[in-house]
Nanobody, 122 residues
Framework: VQLQASGGGLVQAGGSLRLSCAPS????????MGWFRQAAGKGREFVAA????????LYTDSVKGRFSISRDNVQKSVYLQMNSLKPEDTAVYYC????????????????WGQGTVVTVSS
């Protein structure tokens, strides 16, 4: 499966952005989906994930209460609504996919998108 992330941009602190990730290819399968980010000079970190059914969501502590992950299984897309953005949220955001039911969704992703840049100015 190929993943295409979009929706990044430049926003002021306190603002909002909505990232989208649209898979193509073997979309007949339902994937667990995750969002990760990598700031300049740092390693890639987990941000949020949602199970294939949508029944389970996970967030890293720093975004809880500000970010919300959701999915549309008809459109086979996943979204990351980011509110109350902070300068420390500045990073390249990647979406990722993995198969499996009842598996951990914080890591172990097999498919990755190309990334979309989010810049939050102070």
């Amino acid at each position: 499966v190929q993943l295409q992330a979009s929706g990044g941009g430049l926003v002021q602190a306190g603002g909002s952005l909505r990232l989208s990730c649209a898979p193509s290819g073997r979309t007949s399968r339902t994937y667990n989906m995750g969002w990760f980010r990598q700031a300049a000079g740092k390693g890639r970190e987990f941000v949020a994930a949602i199970s294939g059914s949508g029944g389970t969501t996970l967030y890293t502590d720093s975004v809880k209460g500000r970010f919300s992950i959701s999915r549309d299984n008809v459109q086979k897309s996943v979204y990351l609504q980011m509110n109350s953005l902070k300068p420390e949220d500045t990073a390249v955001y990647y979406c990722a996919a993995k198969l499996g039911v009842g598996v951990g969704i914080r890591s172990g992703y097999d498919y990755w998108g190309q990334g979309t840049v989010v810049t939050v100015s102070s």
